[in-house]
């Protein structure tokens, strides 16, 4: 039996959608689980499963549970004789957006050489904003439909073409996002975008577009893809859907295409996942007009981690493939080496 740790919570705009998530979690992996909630002040408790539940979080009743502290190795619990380990075989990073998706987690638990699902630093960085994701892609040679970033300190937009998108560089869920049909609703839609974040993207609003989500992660056999969705068809999908969306249990029907357009889907995701991203279950959205694809994000911890779109959830978690530490031999050779020199040092 695989015990796998989920990290969940975190000081972040999206901290309840991943409590959300990680209650989904206990319907969907049958392995053995162990669940570790990160608090708005970035305190750890270990959460018994049978206490699972949005109101311990939002009552504040979590802070009775025990704290946990990180250390080389693992996690630790004090008790009256001292801190005691607890006992799992991988973590996996169930936070959505600031702490889990930005790095925060990843540079905490690769630090303490605690093995995880999920982003790595550097991925992290080229998904997190969605400026830099778009720039990745293209320069990787993935398309992405047109961009430009402006910033707080200057909303100029030049030559605006209507309708658009505004979106926060730094937020997932559609918190934020606004469509811009006019000229009269540019103003409010930056504010309301500029209150999430410093830096804004603004792309066009293509009518007639097709949008498909595809997720995968490499295990010992090769990347596994998941079946292709085409998600439900509204302008776009605002918070509220998305946080329904993020307890998703239950698979859902495979879009009906072209095997050429699923090939071409896949060798697009494979793209953007090696190597940056080995280690996580990632979901990317993908934009598909007149035939060509284009990327619209990567979802680096997808909600509920797209466990709906796979046909074995399971055995992926449990065969996927993990990066590990690289070991140095410090033997200080070189300080040794002075000091013989010199005499002192």
Same mark, same amino acid.
């Given at each position: 039996?695989?015990?796998?740790?989920?990290?969940?919570?975190? *000081?972040?705009?999206?901290?309840?959608?991943? +409590?959300? @998530?990680?209650?989904? *979690?206990?319907?969907?992996?049958?392995?053995?689980?162990?669940?570790?909630?990160?608090?708005?002040?970035?305190?750890?408790?270990?959460?018994?499963?049978?206490? *699972?539940?949005?109101?311990?979080?939002?009552?504040?009743?979590?802070?009775?549970?025990?704290?946990?502290? /990180?250390?080389?190795?693992?996690?630790?619990?004090?008790? /009256?004789?001292?801190?005691?380990?607890?006992?799992?075989?991988?973590?996996?990073?169930?936070?959505?957006?600031?702490?889990?998706?930005?790095?925060?987690?990843?540079?905490?638990?690769?630090?303490?050489?605690?093995?995880?699902?999920?982003?790595?630093?550097?991925?992290?960085?080229?998904?997190?904003?969605?400026?830099?994701?778009?720039?990745?892609?293209?320069? +990787?040679?993935?398309?992405?439909?047109?961009?430009?970033?402006?910033?707080?300190?200057?909303?100029?937009?030049?030559?605006?073409?209507?309708? *658009?998108?505004?979106?926060?560089?730094?937020? %997932?869920?559609?918190?934020?996002? @606004?469509?811009?049909?006019?000229?009269?609703?540019?103003?409010?839609?930056?504010?309301?975008?500029?209150?999430?974040?410093?830096?804004?993207?603004?792309?066009?609003?293509?009518?007639?577009?097709?949008?498909?989500?595809?997720?995968?992660?490499?295990?010992?056999? %090769?990347?596994?893809? @998941? +079946?292709?969705?085409?998600?439900?068809?509204?302008?776009? /999908?605002?918070?509220?859907?998305?946080?329904?969306?993020?307890?998703?249990?239950?698979?859902?029907?495979?879009?009906? /295409?072209?095997?050429?357009?699923?090939?071409?889907?896949?060798?697009?995701?494979?793209?953007?996942?090696?190597?940056?991203?080995?280690?996580?279950?990632?979901?990317?959205?993908?934009?598909?007009?007149?035939?060509?694809?284009?990327?619209?994000?990567?979802?680096?911890?997808?909600?509920?981690?797209?466990?709906?779109?796979?046909?074995?959830?399971?055995?992926?978690?449990?065969?996927?493939?993990?990066?590990?530490?690289?070991?140095?031999?410090?033997?200080?050779?070189?300080?040794?080496?002075?000091?013989?020199?010199?005499?002192?040092?």
């Amino acid at each position: 039996m695989y015990k796998i740790a989920v990290f969940f919570g975190g *000081m972040s705009y999206e901290h309840e959608i991943s +409590i959300v @998530s990680a209650i989904a *979690m206990k319907k969907v992996i049958n392995q053995e689980l162990v669940f570790v909630f990160v608090d708005p002040s970035r305190e750890f408790y270990l959460i018994p499963n049978d206490k *699972m539940r949005s109101t311990l979080f939002s009552t504040g009743e979590y802070k009775k549970e025990p704290k946990l502290e /990180l250390s080389q190795g693992g996690i630790y619990k004090r008790g /009256l004789f001292g801190k005691s380990k607890v006992e799992f075989d991988v973590a996996l990073n169930l936070i959505h957006g600031g702490d889990g998706e930005d790095g925060v987690i990843a540079s905490l638990l690769n630090f303490f050489d605690i093995p995880f699902i999920g982003p790595r630093v550097e991925a992290s960085v080229l998904s997190f904003n969605k400026y830099i994701t778009k720039v990745y892609a293209q320069a +990787i040679g993935v398309k992405t439909v047109d961009f430009i970033k402006i910033n707080k300190n200057n909303r100029n937009i030049t030559n605006p073409k209507y309708p *658009m998108i505004i979106k926060p560089c730094r937020l %997932g869920s559609s918190i934020g996002v @606004s469509v811009v049909k006019n000229e009269n609703e540019l103003d409010f839609a930056l504010d309301v975008a500029f209150e999430f974040d410093d830096d804004v993207i603004v792309e066009p609003f293509l009518n007639g577009v097709k949008e498909y989500n595809l997720a995968g992660a490499l295990t010992r056999s %090769g990347i596994v893809f @998941s +079946i292709v969705e085409e998600p439900q068809k509204v302008e776009f /999908l605002d918070f509220e859907k998305k946080y329904l969306d993020f307890g998703r249990s239950e698979t859902v029907t495979s879009a009906d /295409l072209s095997k050429e357009l699923v090939e071409s889907l896949q060798e697009n995701f494979s793209k953007i996942y090696l190597p940056k991203f080995i280690g996580a279950i990632i979901r990317c959205d993908f934009f598909v007009v007149d035939g060509e694809v284009y990327l619209n994000e990567i979802n680096p911890i997808p909600g509920s981690m797209a466990n709906y779109l796979f046909e074995d959830f399971n055995s992926l978690i449990s065969t996927l493939t993990l990066p590990h530490n690289k070991k140095i031999n410090i033997n200080y050779e070189y300080v040794n080496k002075i000091k013989s020199a010199k005499g002192k040092l």
